[in-house]
């Protein structure tokens, strides 16, 4: 079963490094977002107070990450009491749903084409899809640094922490951490509508994703050596500054590509209308610019493959 587990993983790997994402086309992920929103507004229409939002909050969560484990895992279970075969591939047919890799690569880069053809409107306007932030008044550098941004942040939960899952649990718990990483960006929220709802879902959140943002942080380091970028101030800026976000996880991997990358993320951003102060992450060497979100792409396929080979003989080894 281990060596089923690690081909459906590389498979479904491979799989989205050459497709990617297929648009148009059905997608689990998809299915678990439209869950969210009809059992959201199910729960929604019977609450009255505070506290009724949080019980419903919590009820969410845990059906839809039930639902996302228990459906494919008994798809997996009724194939593989017709065929191993058919179980493998339609395993690996999940894991690649589960990976996004060249999704992330494909959108931040539609940015970098953007900038490198010198229509900064268009830029601004693919970035607007990958980004929470006000995008109008963003120059190049800014536009760039944020691009970069989401590549480092996402190489760790759209990328690494679902290939963790997969190797412990399979595609059942890939689909599951995926349920998880999606309750908490479309519930998620610290404004009026999901304080309440939302807060389970961005604890559980947190908690998911603690062990796999520092796993990937190390990994990243190492996929700097590898590229001879600068992985010895991606080490220390690491170190440095891995807590300075407001999220406990996602300046780990943004510190460690902003060392690698001799520039400078985070800082203070519009919402909305409204300024909202960040730390920065890592020192102000350089102006960021279109080149570095092709580096930080490079910097995220050689930590997803990195991670893939380790975990891959971690398995056997253990096995």
Not at 114 to 143: M, T
Not at 186 to 200: A, L, P, S, T
Not at 210 to 220: D, G, H, T
């Amino acid at each position: 079963m281990v060596k089923i587990k690690i081909k459906a993983l590389v498979i479904g790997y491979v799989l989205d490094l050459i497709i990617g994402d297929p648009q148009g086309w059905f997608h689990p992920i998809r299915l678990i977002g439209n869950m969210i929103s009809f059992i959201e507004n199910k729960l929604r229409k019977k609450c009255r107070t505070s506290s009724d939002e949080r019980k419903a909050g919590a009820i969410l969560w845990l059906t839809v990450v039930f639902m996302s484990f228990i459906a494919p895992y008994a798809i997996l279970f009724i194939a593989a009491k017709i065929s191993m075969s058919l179980a493998f591939i339609i395993e690996s047919i999940m894991c690649y749903y589960i990976l996004a890799a060249k999704s992330l690569k494909d959108e931040s880069m539609k940015v970098y084409t953007s900038l490198k053809n010198n229509n900064l409107q268009e830029a601004r306007k693919n970035l607007s899809y990958i980004v929470g932030r006000d995008v109008e008044n963003l120059n190049e550098s800014s536009v760039a640094k944020a691009a970069v941004e989401t590549v480092a942040e996402n190489t760790s939960d759209g990328v690494i922490a679902p290939m963790l899952c997969i190797m412990i649990g399979g595609a059942p718990l890939g689909f599951l951490y995926k349920a998880v990483n999606t309750l908490d960006s479309m519930v998620g929220y610290k404004n009026e509508k999901y304080i309440n709802m939302g807060r389970f879902s961005a604890i559980a959140d947190d908690a998911a994703n603690y062990i796999p943002a520092r796993l990937s942080a190390y990994v990243m380091i190492a996929a700097a050596l590898v590229l001879n970028m600068n992985y010895k101030n991606a080490y220390k800026i690491y170190k440095r500054d891995r807590y300075n976000h407001k999220s406990p996880n996602s300046a780990h991997t943004e510190s460690v590509c902003a060392g690698a990358l001799d520039i400078m993320l985070g800082g203070d951003n519009y919402y909305g209308g409204k300024l909202v102060s960040k730390p920065t992450i890592g020192d102000n060497t350089r102006e960021v610019e279109a080149e570095d979100i092709k580096r930080a792409n490079k910097l995220m396929y050689a930590t997803s493959l990195l991670c893939l080979i380790a975990g891959t003989l971690i398995m056997l080894i253990l096995r």
